[in-house]
């Protein structure tokens, strides 16, 4: 079983709907939790992290986490075709602050 | 902010020969950097990690002969391939963090093309 698994898409959404990202994980004791966004041939950039239990808000972005199911998700308001990349879900286990990364989803928001 | 640079971000070079990455974290001091490798259609691969001050702790498989790290101040880390080879050729992207268990921040990317 991977660390961290994420479908690979794509996920084609049209523009203004809601995307919805999802990532599991198989460390029980992982402790941090991160979105990131990367664009094709860029690097990743970080769009969101969560550390407890429930929902975080920041802008059109929501990040769910729920330890007991190991699971976390990212949620985007109003897609516009510019959110349109790799979001890659990356878990921190432990006692290191190593950054496990899922394989990404791909989405693509159709204008 | 929480700046991170990279340089070269696109290097060409001769198998056999060496190449030095320089992450440099722009704004804040780094205790912690480390050092991805991405090929195409795959994600983000820990090589090593690099404290301030101390020997870098590589990943298992990593050869770390063939990809010196320093990270001589809070503010550079260097990551040198030696002898290059062209299935070397990958996406090195370097982070940074303040501190144990701080937010990463990455740097733009070095592309290598070792022909």
């Known amino acids: 079983q991977k660390e961290v698994e994420q479908n690979s898409g794509p996920l084609s959404v049209p523009e203004g709907a809601i995307a919805s990202l999802n990532c599991t994980y198989s460390?029980?004791?992982?402790?941090?939790f991160f979105w990131y966004r990367q664009y094709s041939g860029k690097s990743p950039e970080l769009i969101m992290f969560?550390?407890?239990?429930g929902d975080k808000e920041d802008g059109r972005f929501t990040a769910q986490l729920n330890k007991a199911s190991q699971y976390v998700s990212l949620l985007i308001r109003d897609s516009q075709p510019s959110d349109s990349a790799t979001y890659l879900c990356?878990?921190?286990?432990?006692?290191?602050?190593?950054?496990?990364f899922g394989t990404g989803t791909l989405l693509a928001v159709q204008p | 902010g929480a700046v991170v640079s990279q340089h070269p971000s696109w290097v060409i070079c001769k198998s056999g020969t060496s190449v030095k990455i320089e992450c440099r974290s722009l704004?804040?001091?780094?205790?912690?950097m480390f050092w991805y490798r991405q090929f195409p259609k795959q994600s983000l691969m820990l090589m090593a990690t690099?404290?301030?001050?101390?020997?870098?702790?590589?990943e298992q498989g990593v050869e770390k002969d063939k990809f010196l790290i320093n990270h001589a101040s809070l503010t550079l880390s260097t990551l040198t391939v030696t002898s290059a080879h062209p299935e070397d050729s990958s996406f090195y992207i370097c982070?940074?963090?303040?501190?144990?268990?701080?937010?990463?921040?990455f740097g733009p990317g070095t592309r290598l093309l070792v022909l």
């Open positions: 982070s940074a963090s303040r501190g144990f268990k701080e937010t990463q921040y």
């Open positions: 460390d029980r004791g992982s402790q941090s």
């Open positions: 969560i550390y407890s239990n």
């Open positions: 990356a878990v921190t286990s432990g006692a290191t602050n190593k950054l496990i």
């Open positions: 704004d804040f001091q780094a205790t912690t």
């Open positions: 690099s404290n301030e001050g101390s020997k870098a702790t590589y």
